[in-house]
T-cell receptor, first 117, second 116 residues
Framework: DAGITQSPRHKVTETGTPVTLRCHQTENHRYMYWYRQDPGHGLRLIHYSYGVKDTDKGEVSDGYSVSRSKTEDFLLTLESATSSQTSVYFC????????????????FGPGTRLTVT | GNSVTQMEGPVTLSEEAFLTINCTYTATGYPSLFWYVQYPGEGLQLLLKATKADDKGSNKGFEATYRKETTSFHLEKGSVQVSDSAVYFCALSPFSFGGSQGNLIFGKGTKLSVKP
């Protein structure tokens, strides 16, 4: 158990409203990630963070912003939700195995199911 | 660029059958390779990994060998159980000198159903 929680777990919102999803970790990991999961696409990276106030874009970042004001929390905001953002959102942290950075394992939260009507 | 291609499902097997889920990748450098499993309604769990060519990852009866010559990382299990029913994702983590963002690149997933 990597100590990752996500809130809310389920949310229904209307088109045009802002939405913020929260990822919380308890083990002081430096790297955190937001992915979305859609049928036929697997998981795709939205944004990631490599430290407090250090974030960068992923493959599908349009329409999303993130913030990380403290190590344990990584927030994903949909500025103005659209139906195309209906998805399951997963937060992940990168574990700390030694060696090549590419060898680091990722551990995932339970996900947030977001529906935009 | 980096990408992962895995066989499309769904795959339906009888209990105790042999499982193979094919995964091939395209990557620059020397990626690490992973298999993740997602049970219904849950997040992804790391199943196994391999970090260099010819490495074999194994866990819970599942195995996969990192084949650089064929750019493959096929998942196998000799005898599946009903409890193995899940979606399986192949993924790679690119390695880049000067630092890595560490993100994973996923295949689209393969749904496995095992019937008693």
């Amino acid at each position: 158990d990597a100590g990752i929680t996500q809130s809310p777990r389920h949310k229904v919102t209307e088109t045009g409203t802002p939405v913020t999803l929260r990822c919380h970790q308890t083990e002081n990991h430096r790297y955190m990630y937001w992915y979305r999961q859609d049928p036929g696409h697997g998981l795709r990276l939205i944004h990631y963070s490599y430290g407090v106030k250090d974030t960068d874009k992923g493959e599908v970042s349009d329409g999303y912003s993130v913030s990380r004001s403290k190590t344990e929390d990584f927030l994903l905001t949909l500025e103005s939700a659209t139906s195309s953002q209906t998805s399951v959102y997963f937060c992940a942290i990168m574990g700390g195995s030694r060696g090549s950075p590419g060898a680091y394992e990722q551990y995932f939260g339970p996900g947030t199911r977001l529906t935009v009507t | 660029g980096n990408s992962v291609t895995q066989m499309e499902g769904p795959v339906t097997l009888s209990e105790e059958a042999f499982l193979t889920i094919n995964c091939t990748y395209t990557a620059t450098g020397y990626p690490s390779l992973f298999w993740y499993v997602q049970y219904p309604g849950e997040g992804l769990q790391l199943l196994l990994k391999a970090t260099k060519a010819d490495d074999k990852g194994s866990n819970k009866g599942f195995e996969a060998t990192y084949r650089k010559e064929t750019t493959s990382f096929h998942l196998e299990k000799g005898s599946v159980q009903v409890s193995d029913s899940a979606v399986y994702f192949c993924a790679l983590s690119p390695f880049s000198f000067g630092g890595s963002q560490g993100n994973l690149i996923f295949g689209k997933g393969t749904k496995l159903s095992v019937k008693p």
